[in-house]
């Protein structure tokens, strides 16, 4: 088992009654989305592909506050926590969007649309899990 499992079970249940282990998938992918973000914008600024990378920026943003978010289960307020996500669906359906069209020249993009793709599919699976905002 890894750190982070370890680390996500031991949390205390958050006062909105999210499970902190539940979210532990949806905490992996954003950060897998932030630094494949992260790079894809290096790599795009040295190849003069200026949305891509601002789209890449944006996403590494709002992945890694939602990620932050999420592991801080005692400050839990689930409107917030759902406005976070669905930013998060949103700007990695942006990128993922904006990376496949360079997809075929740039292994960089192709890995970063894949990793926007799976933070959405976590995003929405924990949000189907969570309470009522």
Same mark, same amino acid.
């Given at each position: 088992?890894?750190?982070?499992?370890?680390?996500?079970?031991?949390?205390?249940?958050?006062?909105?009654? +999210?499970? +902190?282990?539940?979210?532990?998938?949806?905490?992996?992918?954003?950060?897998?989305?932030?630094? !494949?973000?992260?790079? #894809?914008?290096?790599?795009?600024?040295?190849?003069?592909?200026?949305?891509? !990378? *601002?789209?890449?920026?944006?996403?590494?943003?709002?992945?890694?506050?939602?990620?932050? +978010?999420? +592991?801080?289960?005692?400050?839990?307020?689930?409107?917030?926590?759902?406005?976070?996500?669905?930013?998060?669906? !949103?700007?990695?359906?942006? #990128?993922?969007?904006? #990376?496949?069209?360079?997809? !075929?020249?740039?292994?960089?993009?192709?890995?970063?649309?894949?990793?926007?793709?799976?933070?959405?599919?976590?995003?929405? *699976?924990?949000? *189907?899990?969570?309470?009522?905002?």
């Amino acid at each position: 088992m890894s750190m982070m499992a370890d680390m996500m079970k031991s949390m205390p249940k958050a006062e909105a009654g +999210m499970d +902190m282990s539940m979210m532990q998938g949806c905490v992996e992918a954003c950060s897998a989305a932030a630094m !494949a973000a992260t790079m #894809c914008a290096d790599a795009d600024g040295g190849e003069g592909m200026g949305r891509c !990378a *601002s789209m890449c920026c944006s996403t590494a943003d709002v992945a890694t506050t939602t990620m932050r +978010m999420m +592991m801080r289960p005692a400050g839990y307020d689930m409107g917030a926590m759902n406005a976070m996500m669905t930013a998060c669906i !949103a700007m990695g359906e942006a #990128c993922a969007a904006e #990376c496949d069209m360079h997809a !075929a020249m740039s292994e960089h993009c192709r890995i970063c649309a894949a990793a926007c793709r799976a933070m959405v599919d976590a995003c929405r *699976s924990a949000m *189907s899990s969570m309470p009522a905002a």
